[in-house]
């Protein structure tokens, strides 16, 4: 069972210094070292292979992958001034993974900072694997060549499904509890070597970012001032005045 | 002329609230492009609800998906893809949901084109539609010009607001068949999890917990905070239920309960979107966040940049001096 987890590094803070594994991609690293794990138990091989994409600095993320359990690690190197969609990091991992015959992909639903959720189906699309998302449990049988996946539909209603493998899932947070990287492992991952390869062609963009601008106000937010305490005396005025106190 | 096309939703009960949220987008589109607007339906064949949708006014296509048995990404993709083809729709209207989320981008990438996704808002450029989708956590909106066609609009639930339905001349429906023929995913059924939101759907107050609570064992203060107002209840954002913190029934957002309850208090919560579809329907919204930019105040009535549990203790001692 060869599989892999694209992982991404995400601002922590919105200044940037403090930088971390995007919260979802945790996930799904879980489940993808849950899965090796049962693999292993049942006497049958089973790998799990991590990349990312991102600036210098961003293979810290694949560092702690090694920590956790991941057995190689990848770190496409982008240039920090480029900023594509979804659509442009799925063309890079699909094109770096090429010939890399994996059995599962696993990412997290979306990543913290531009909330997409497109580059886990449209890699699936690219490799052509079939493709769930939203996942919030898994079962395979070790050696059978189907994963049974639930995917989080509204209303707390799930959508059962059996995909043929190889395939694509996005894993949904709360589907189980990432481990922390255990001591020995960190020590084991800083004499693993991490394969770095630069970008050279950037696929084209689907779309282009004009400008940012502050969203609109779909209520009136007054903003109260004064104290803590002048603001806690307003709140109780109204609430009285509504009635709700 | 290309249309625009909208995907529209739908489960066993029939259509989803949601797609009038799509019909809203696609006529603003519209409005703007000069196009015209056909509804999809994919499905099993349902001349009932093709009816329904062709009856406000807009050309529906029954799409029939033979051999599909429930929803099913690779049927979706494979039947969407012939139709839009034939049809070359300029932009293809979607729900940000499970369900478009599911098969969108996919089937972008296969007509050649691109998706945008969480799209809550257009704006009017020279160039053509700019769409707008949050970024760093709601704090701001990115403007995205779609350089490939067509382009998926998926479309953040509760961002467009349904317009009073005046009266239209019924449209025509088209009927038509698609045959599936994948393998690669077998549709095992629906589960329902859990009988969620009860608690949330009775309570006249929700006082919301998010990230900004810190510590587990500051629920505590929380639920005491609750205690202060009758009939009320602890509600949650997302993270705080994936952590184990609170139950799932509690979870307040898209994935969670839709609520509307007289006064939602929303505490330490940075106003995802996800989020916010959640508590849109509430009568009076206040917030309460140390951050001054957090997205959540652009949607509440009332805003306090505070210190939580500074401002918990102020409120408590306000109560006990006017019982």
Redesign the interface.
């Known amino acids: 069972m060869k599989i892999l987890v694209c992982i991404k590094q995400v601002n922590e803070t919105?200044d940037g210094h403090t930088q971390a594994m995007n919260?979802f991609d945790e996930y799904a690293l879980e489940e993808a070292l849950c899965i090796k794990e049962r693999f292993k138990e049942a006497g049958l091989d089973g790998g799990v292979d991590v990349i990312t994409l991102g600036p210098e600095g961003a293979e810290t993320v694949v560092k702690r992958a090694f920590g956790m359990g991941a057995d190689n690690g990848c770190h496409l190197v982008s240039d920090p001034k480029q900023n594509g969609?979804?659509?442009v990091t799925a063309g890079l991992i699909a094109g770096a993974v090429k010939g890399c015959a994996y059995d599962l992909v696993v990412t997290g639903i979306m990543s913290?900072?531009?909330?997409?959720?497109?580059t886990g189906?449209?890699l699936?699309?690219?490799m052509g694997l079939?493709?769930?998302?939203?996942v919030v449990a898994t079962s395979l049988v070790p050696g059978a060549a189907v994963i049974?996946v639930?995917?989080?539909?509204?209303?707390?209603?799930?959508?059962?499904?059996?995909?043929?493998l190889p395939?694509l899932i996005t894993v949904q947070?709360?589907i189980n509890?990432p481990r922390y990287p255990s001591l020995s492992k960190v020590l084991k991952a800083a004499k693993k070597t991490i394969k770095t390869l630069a970008v050279e062609a950037v696929p084209?963009?689907?779309?282009?970012?004009?400008?940012?601008?502050?969203?609109?106000?779909?209520?009136?937010?007054?903003?109260?001032g004064g104290t803590?305490?002048d603001?806690?005396?307003?709140?109780?005025d109204?609430?009285?005045e509504?009635g709700?106190? | 002329m290309r249309p625009i096309a909208v995907v529209v939703e739908h489960d066993a009960g029939g259509i989803i609230p949601v797609t009038h949220e799509l019909l809203a987008c696609a006529r603003i589109l519209a409005d703007q492009t000069q196009s015209s607007i056909v509804a999809v339906i994919p499905g099993k064949g349902d001349p009932a609800m093709a009816k329904q949708i062709a009856d406000l006014g807009i050309e529906t296509v029954d799409l029939a998906i033979i051999g599909m048995d429930?929803?099913?990404?690779?049927a979706y993709?494979g039947a969407l893809f012939q139709l839009f083809t034939t049809l070359a729709p300029l932009y293809i209207i979607v729900g940000h949901?499970?369900?478009g989320?599911?098969?969108?981008?996919?089937l972008?990438?296969?007509l050649g084109?691109?998706?945008?996704?969480?799209v809550?808002?257009i704006v009017s450029?020279q160039t053509g539609p700019?769409f707008?989708?949050?970024?760093?956590?709601?704090?701001?909106?990115?403007?995205?010009?779609?350089?490939?066609s067509p382009?998926i609009i998926m479309v953040q639930p509760g961002a467009f607001r349904v317009q009073g339905t005046s009266f239209a001349c019924p449209a025509r429906v088209t009927a038509m068949d698609i045959r599936f023929t994948g393998?690669?995913?077998?549709?095992?059924?629906?589960?329902?999890?859990?009988?969620?939101?009860e608690d949330l759907d009775q309570a006249?107050?929700i006082v919301a917990a998010g990230r900004g609570l810190g510590e587990r064992e500051n629920l505590d203060i929380l639920e005491r905070f609750a205690a202060?107002?009758?009939n009320s209840v602890v509600g949650a954002s997302?993270?705080l239920?994936?952590?184990?913190w609170i139950e799932?029934r509690f979870q307040v957002g898209?994935?969670g309960a839709r609520v509307s309850p007289?006064?939602y208090i929303a505490c330490g919560i940075s106003g995802?979107?996800q989020h916010l579809a959640g508590i849109?329907g509430s009568e009076?919204?206040?917030s309460v966040n140390s951050d001054p930019?957090a997205?959540i105040?652009?949607?509440?009535?009332?805003?306090?940049?505070?210190?939580l549990f500074?401002?918990i203790s102020?409120?408590e001692?306000?109560?006990q001096r006017?019982p």
């Open positions: 919105p919260r969609s979804s659509a913290q900072d531009r909330m997409e959720g497109q189906p449209i699936a699309e690219l079939a493709c769930a998302t939203g049974e639930e995917r989080e539909m509204e209303k707390g209603e799930r959508d059962c499904l059996a995909m043929t395939a947070a709360g509890s084209a963009d689907t779309q282009t970012l004009v400008r940012l601008e502050a969203p609109l106000k779909s209520r009136s937010g007054r903003v109260l803590v305490d603001k806690a005396v307003a709140l109780f109204l609430l009285r509504r709700i106190l | 429930g929803y099913n990404s690779e993709k949901t499970a369900t989320r599911d098969f969108a981008p996919g972008g990438v296969r084109g691109g998706s945008i996704a969480g809550n808002h450029d700019l707008s989708r949050p970024v760093l956590n709601g704090v701001k909106n990115a403007l995205v010009r779609p350089d490939a382009c393998g690669t995913i077998q549709p095992l059924g629906i589960k329902t999890v859990t009988t969620q939101g006249a107050v202060l107002f009758p997302r993270p239920v994936d952590d184990g799932y898209i994935t007289k006064l995802s979107s849109l009076l919204i206040v930019n997205a105040f652009n949607h509440s009535d009332l805003c306090i940049v505070a210190d500074e401002f102020a409120f001692r306000i109560l006017h």
